[in-house]
T-cell receptor, first 111, second 112 residues
Framework: QQKVQQSPESLSVPEGGMASLNCTSS?????YFWWYRQHSGEGPKALM?????GDKKEGRFTAHLNKASLHVSLHIRDSQPSDSALYFC???????????FGAGTRLKVIA | EAAVTQSPRNKVAVTGGKVTLSCNQT?????MYWYRQDTGHGLRLIHY???????EKGDIPDGYKASRPSQENFSLILELATPSQTSVYFC???????????FGPGTRLLVL
């Protein structure tokens, strides 16, 4: 079983709407998280990290981490067609800093 | 923006043949990584390196070797390619463990 589970597998939202993506780690050694975004035909690019409990906001993107449940979410407000992409959650081991990626959530923003 | 390049971008190989995928980064990052991406599995770590001369096994190293001859270059070697190694391969670099990783554009490998 994958250490990092993402949901949903795919998501469609209207332009201007809110997209919410979820990620859970099943290993308490992995407590740091990054969100990456991958557009078709490109390599993944980092969106934002979250290492502490609570919310972290960067522009239209807000990440929320609950360390007790090892659950992290990403919320995209005012979604744009350019936000259509594959979103990965990556959990990082607090000892050796090894990354483990989830399977991804495919977001489609409908104009 | 950190720059990571990969070559070739596309490769067709025959079963049992040797394949070498190359990666170059110009940002003086210590850490470099090789991943493969398959639908339903996300990105899975094959090998990684903490600096020139070092290579470490990742989560799925079987059938792959890695080489880090310099700070800038990191290669992935498939000595005896198999159809199960058909995938998209990404190289990444990063300054240190918990920092962001910068990915290359990927190499699409088809093993016939």
């Amino acid at each position: 079983q994958q250490k990092v589970q993402q949901s949903p597998e795919s998501l469609s939202v209207p332009e201007g709407g809110m997209a919410s993506l979820n990620c859970t780690s099943s290993d308490r050694n992995f407590q740091y998280f990054w969100w990456y975004r991958q557009h078709s035909g490109e390599g993944p690019k980092a969106l934002m990290s979250i290492f502490s409990d609570g919310d972290k906001k960067e522009g239209r993107f807000t990440a929320h981490l609950n360390k007790a449940s090892l659950h992290v979410s990403l919320h995209i407000r005012d979604s744009q067609p350019s936000d259509s992409a594959l979103y990965f959650c990556a959990a990082i081991h607090t000892g050796n800093y090894k990354y483990v990626f989830g399977a991804g959530t495919r977001l489609k923003v409908i104009a | 923006e950190a720059a990571v390049t990969q070559s070739p971008r596309n490769k067709v190989a025959v079963t049992g043949g040797k394949v070498t995928l190359s990666c170059n980064q110009t940002n003086n990052h210590n850490n470099m990584y090789w991943y493969r991406q398959d639908t339903g599995h996300g990105l899975r770590l094959i090998h990684y390196s903490y600096g020139a001369g070092s290579t470490e096994k990742g989560d799925i190293p079987d059938g792959y070797k890695a080489s880090r001859p310099s700070q800038e270059n990191f290669s992935l070697i498939l000595e005896l390619a198999t159809p199960s190694q058909t995938s998209v391969y990404f190289c990444a670099s990063g300054p240190r463990g918990e920092d962001t990783q910068y990915f290359g554009p990927g190499t699409r490998l088809l093993v016939l």
